[in-house]
């Protein structure tokens, strides 16, 4: 399957995705949403891609009805549509990757922020002291002492 560190669950939980270029009319719509989800501009311009088959297909089945050009889109629908397929299932790993990856910063960003936010005001008496950040106070807030618990 894939070597993230999360599991199956979590791998099969967020390949939902890869069911969508069998459809071949939403193969575009995996693409921009893989590409939006780990913000990757080149998955996201596949994504565009892979719309413009069905798209115009959509449009000369409306505008011009039995002409050559209609059969034309069609074939280019369905080719794109199994490259798709195709594209899918090699991404896939890397999709994952990206996504256990960017989970993990975000939580770390996150984490990292509040150290910061407790170090400047000395809200948390775990943190080390040379963790603590040389920003001055800012002068809204009044200081009254050290925290203390009141019952």
Do not use: C
Not at 83 to 106: C, G, N, P, Y
């Amino acid at each position: 399957m894939n070597n993230t560190r999360k599991g199956l669950f979590w791998n099969i939980r967020h390949s939902w995705w890869i069911l969508l270029p069998f459809t071949f009319a939403l193969n575009w719509v995996a693409f921009l949403y893989i590409g939006m989800k780990v913000k990757n501009k080149r998955w996201t311009k596949y994504g565009l891609i892979y719309a413009i088959p069905f798209f115009l297909h959509s449009i000369s089945i409306r505008i011009f009805e039995g002409n050559s050009l209609d059969t034309a889109w069609g074939i280019a629908f369905l080719i794109g549509g199994v490259i798709s397929i195709s594209h899918a299932f090699k991404v896939r790993k890397e999709f994952l990757t990206r996504l256990e990856a960017s989970q993990f910063a975000k939580r770390y960003l996150d984490e990292t922020f509040i150290h910061q936010i407790e170090s400047e005001y000395g809200l948390n008496s775990d943190v080390p002291k040379d963790a603590h950040f040389d920003r001055p106070v800012p002068t809204t807030v009044f200081t009254r002492g050290t925290l203390t618990r009141q019952s």
